[in-house]
């Protein structure tokens, strides 16, 4: 009698332990996925680094979507360059309504406090952005703007033998402190996408001022949406405008003349982001999907290439077919 008794609470107990166990496991479960969910471009960067808008003005939600393919009508639009930087000459030497033109995509530049395998795309060192200009420099790669890359495609300009774009996303105030200074070094230019709303708002963000001597030194400004929301998200069509074009009103009023390009946050866009743009004035866009080669007749369809904290990945990307 002992001997069953002392079997039935030890049979109770290994089913307690086990049931303890499931519950535990499904909860971690659960609280995982619910994390994961909720993981968006603002996850890879530090959290007191960024104070982005209310997740009313961000669907951190939304699913990816693919490179949206049908083709456009070029624009007609005349674009020149805008202040070129001290040195910095562009020798023409062809025109074709394809071009090779990679497009590196930087976000944070910041010497690196820690690094996580997210981070790795979104950050990279004022050192090894420094190594990868110098590696451009003797290679013979001549630093271009989107502005130039439009006038070749209309066929108003020439671009030269081995042409290359850096573009900056978002408007961080550590590319006004360290891209900046790198970029007037060497003598090259550099895009620089801007979401406006939390220019001068929070001191991680570029202020307006900031922009302003960045562009009168030779930068290309462009838009990069009012709060960095999923455009492909916005129901209202109203709202999808507001998004794209009250960023352009803003900077155009700011730096005094027109800006051209685009860039799509999170690189994400439809055919109704894309007629947004160009209702706006924009005459190019940017994605984020890996390409060199870019077409007059998809340029709002611009590819490029996340930067790495590997230059190998630099070079192998410049060398990509």
Same mark, same amino acid.
């Given at each position: 009698m002992k001997k069953t008794l002392l079997y039935g609470i030890s049979l109770i107990s290994i089913v307690l332990l086990i049931l303890v166990a499931a519950y535990a496991r499904n909860g971690f479960l659960k609280s995982h996925d619910t994390e994961s969910k909720e993981h968006s471009f603002l996850d890879v960067f530090e959290v007191e680094q960024a104070t982005y808008p209310s997740p009313e003005t961000i669907d951190k939600t939304g699913s990816k979507e693919a490179s949206f393919d049908d083709e456009f009508s070029t624009s007609t639009a005349h674009v020149t360059s805008h202040n070129p930087v001290a040195g910095y000459v562009v020798t023409a030497t062809s025109s074709t309504s394809v071009l090779r033109v990679p497009v590196m995509i930087y976000h944070s530049v910041r010497p690196?406090?820690?690094?996580?395998?997210?981070?790795?795309?979104?950050?990279? +060192? !004022?050192?090894?952005?420094?190594?990868?200009?110098?590696?451009?420099?003797v290679n013979g790669y001549t630093c271009i703007r989107f502005s130039d890359l439009v006038a070749a495609m209309d066929g108003t300009t020439t671009l030269p033998a081995k042409p290359v774009i850096l573009s900056f996303d978002d408007g961080w105030e550590n590319q006004y402190v360290y891209a900046f200074p790198i970029l007037k070094k060497y003598k090259v !230019?550099? +895009?620089?996408?801007?979401? +406006?709303? !939390?220019?001068?708002?929070?001191?991680?963000?570029? +202020?307006?001022?900031?922009?302003?001597?960045?562009?009168?030194?030779g930068m290309e400004i462009g838009g990069h949406s009012r709060t960095h929301p999923y455009l492909t998200k916005i129901i209202d069509n109203h709202l999808l405008d507001k998004e794209i074009a009250e960023p352009k009103a803003i900077i155009e009023a700011h730096i005094g003349h027109p800006i051209y390009a685009f860039a799509y946050p999170f690189g994400f866009y439809n055919a109704r982001?894309?007629?947004?743009?160009?209702r706006a004035g924009y005459v190019v866009a940017r994605n984020v999907f890996n390409g060199v080669w870019q077409d007059a007749a998809h340029r709002y369809e611009v590819r490029g290439a996340l930067s790495t904290d590997r230059i190998t990945d630099f070079e192998r990307y410049l060398k990509m077919p």
């Open positions: 690196h406090v820690s690094e996580s395998s997210l981070q790795d795309a979104y950050d990279i +060192t !004022p050192e090894l952005l420094a190594q990868e200009i110098e590696f451009l420099k !230019p550099g +895009t620089f996408f801007i979401y +406006t709303n !939390p220019v001068g708002r929070n001191p991680h963000w570029m +202020t307006w001022s900031q922009i302003v001597e960045m562009d009168r030194a982001v894309v007629a947004a743009v160009k």
